[in-house]
């Protein structure tokens, strides 16, 4: 069986790609369209383009991100799969009556699971599930376990997708057994102290916090520092709320947390349940 390293910008990932081998390392890019949030290296985001083959105009996490993945390939001597599926502004538009908040995060599916399973196809076959290395540490076997529920009798994680035309030319959907979750932070009981001492005199440049910049699992206080840090970003997650239920979270708008007073000091990264840069997948 094919091992398998989802890589997410993040230092915990980063840590599993250098220190437990794998068969093939993948990235999943989050893009926007808003022009306010352009990549500002435009060489870079030529060159990122050319990677996906699909336009880049930015990406809803941290710029950062972009060097981190390219510092990361540079330091492993390994070549780093990067996917893309639908831009977050064609996730949004389809689900029109609602965003994705932590009941429904379907921005996790449509930008970062599906795009690694399409891949995952047509790098191994779809007869082949892979054993996925997940980044969670040795404090969070609660995660873990959570993620164990969702495996089969055979302890693997089923995905329903579509490789081929039915005879009236729609879509035919067949499930089939994707991943076998595996955590080797947690085996080994690695903490964060442990991933930091690690990256502290490597050449990879890190973001202060990976994952979309406006997630809603992000508490209010931690929107607003994010306002002060990425006023673009956080704008255009601003602007595609409105109406009755088009909120990102339920305990307010962002424009709500937009006016809460400034913060002056960091948070720690392991906040949420989104920290790892895996999204649970």
């Known amino acids: 069986m094919k091992t398998v390293t989802s890589v997410s910008g993040g230092r915990t990932s980063a840590y599993l790609a250098a220190n437990y081998p794998s068969d093939a390392l993948v990235f999943a890019l989050v893009r926007i369209e808003d022009q306010a949030c352009r990549f500002p290296d ?78 995952w196809a047509k790098t191994f076959g779809v007869a082949n599930p892979v054993k996925t290395n997940i980044g969670y540490r040795a404090n969070e076997a609660k995660r873990a376990n959570k993620m164990l529920t969702r495996c089969n009798e055979n302890g693997y994680i089923e995905m329903q997708g579509t490789f081929e035309k039915r005879t009236d030319g729609k879509n035919k959907w067949t499930t089939v057994q994707f991943q076998r979750p595996s955590f080797p932070l947690i085996e080994d009981g690695i ?33 607003r520092y994010m306002f002060q840090q990425h006023p673009n970003k956080m704008a255009w997650f601003k602007s595609k709320e409105g109406g009755n239920k088009k909120f990102w979270r339920s305990d307010g708008s962002y424009a709500r947390f937009e006016k809460l007073l400034p913060q002056a000091e960091l948070y720690p990264d392991d906040f949420s349940s989104c920290d790892s840069g895996y999204c649970e997948i």
């Open 42 to 119: 435009e060489p870079i985001r030529k060159l990122i383009e050319d990677r996906i083959q699909a336009p880049f105009v930015g990406t809803a996490e941290d710029d950062q991100i972009i060097y981190t993945m390219l510092d990361l390939e540079q330091y492993l001597g390994k070549q780093i799969s990067w996917v893309t599926g639908a831009t977050f502004d064609q996730v949004v538009a389809n689900r029109p009556g609602w965003l994705p908040n932590k009941l429904h995060r379907y921005c996790t599916t449509f930008m970062k699971l599906e795009p690694i399973f399409y891949w």
């Open 191 to 223: 903490l964060k102290s442990h991933i930091a001492a690690f990256w502290q005199d490597k050449p990879v440049r890190f973001a202060d916090y990976n994952n979309c910049v406006g997630c809603f699992h992000r508490e209010p206080l931690f929107l």
